[in-house]
């Protein structure tokens, strides 16, 4: 290995069969979160990682203002909650973003939502229960009526100091609006990190030419592609390269300065054509763990000086599913989200398990639905090469090491849509 790449900080210690969760916890922990951030307007922050926390100084609403279109009413002590009809003068009208004057004790104002609350009022009555009278010059109305009715209260969605969105944060359109209406224009982001790619066998084609005899087209490469897209990386794709190890070092020392993580897919095995993994411990360091999952087992974390490296297996369906169990939280990690991990709920199996295996299995299933609970039916091929299944899938339920049950077990599934963003 060469001793020159003092600055990693990834694990080398040699390791036996990992759990799922001791993998995860090694893999987070070597994590870097990006220190780069930028300004951008409203409309372009969709998505992005707040890197600050965002605090409002103004109070929303910033008056006392109406529910409703009705009527504000200056409503007399004797006048509260009492039974029959009641008589208010109408002296003035408060469409929003109007002011209006100052309301005589007894008096009515005709408003409209959002308009302000004028001086001297106490409650607002909707205008479907009032009757109009006397050439519509007083409204008359005959349920009880108390104070404070229909007023949003100065302040009532937010306080003026307030942190109305955390850093780490990721920015849906809610969280826009929010900002928004506090009166925040731009936002201080996290830039987004780069991440290098590159495609190693010389048994792949590229889709859209003619397959020889032992070629396959390369599904990896769009795969992983995409995924990083979906997490809104900036991708930087050198394609199929050669399967040698000098070409394998190349493409590594290429990506290795302009990117905060490399990703492969196959490679890192212990094949005279597996050069990944000699061209990394060539280059940097690498940590080759074997992960008690199915589909999966292989993965490979390492780094080359400051770039990261997370080698994934080489079947399509383990290179996706090892992708959103360990690559994706890892990348939102150091993206700067606060929630980076992945987030099961509960639903019920309906079908039976029979063989206790030693290995956590993560199955592609579909979501059906009983009267009171999800439940998930499996796909009939379950093997890493069968890529349809993805497509079938709703998500993947976790299946414990060495267990049985029967149809109706509670299990922990990951949607796909959700590990996707």
Known sequence: MNNQQTDCECDTTPQALLSIDEALELLLNSAKVTRSTQWLGLDDALNKILAVDIYADIFVPSFDNSAMDGYALNLKEEQINISGGTTFKITDRIPAGSTGNTLASGCAARLFTGAPIPKGANTVIMQEECELIEDESSIEIYRPIALNENIRPMGNDIQSGDVI????????????????????????????????????????????????????????????????????????????????????????????????????????????????????????????????????????????????????????????????????????????????????????????????????????????????????????????????????????????????????????FYPLNEMML
Not at 222 to 243: P, S, T
Not at 254 to 283: Q, R
């Open 165 to 412: 969105l955390s850093k780490g944060k990721q920015l849906q359109p809610q969280d826009i609006a929010l900002v928004a209406s506090v009166g925040v224009g731009k936002l201080e982001v996290f830039n987004k990190i780069k991440v290098g790619v590159f495609f190693t066998g010389d048994e792949l084609i590229e889709p859209g030419k003619s397959l020889q005899q032992g070629q396959i087209f390369n599904s990896n490469r769009y795969a992983l592609v995409a995924l990083l897209n979906k997490l809104d990386c900036e991708v930087i794709n050198l394609g199929n390269i050669k399967d040698t190890l000098g070409a394998t070092c190349q493409a590594l020392e290429k990506l290795k300065s302009s990117c905060n993580l490399i990703i492969t897919t196959g490679g890192v095995s212990v094949g005279e054509e597996d050069h990944v993994k000699p061209a990394v411990e060539k280059l940097g360091q690498l940590n080759l763990w074997r992960i008690k999952m199915k589909p999966g087992k292989p993965l490979a974390l390492g780094c080359i000086g400051d770039c990261a490296f997370i080698g994934l297996p080489g079947n399509p369906v383990s290179a996706m599913v090892t992708f959103l169990l360990f690559a994706r939280p890892f990348i939102k990690k150091m993206q700067g989200a606060s929630n980076y991990l992945n987030i099961p709920f509960k639903v019920a199996a309906n079908f039976d398990w029979h063989r206790a295996k030693p290995r956590r299995e993560f199955v592609r299933v579909r979501l059906g639905r009983t009267i009171t609970l999800m439940q998930v039916n499996q796909y009939p091929k379950q093997g890493s090469d069968v890529l349809s299944s993805m497509v079938w899938a709703d998500g993947l339920v976790e299946i414990p090491e060495e267990k049985t049950f029967k149809q109706g077990e509670i299990l922990n």
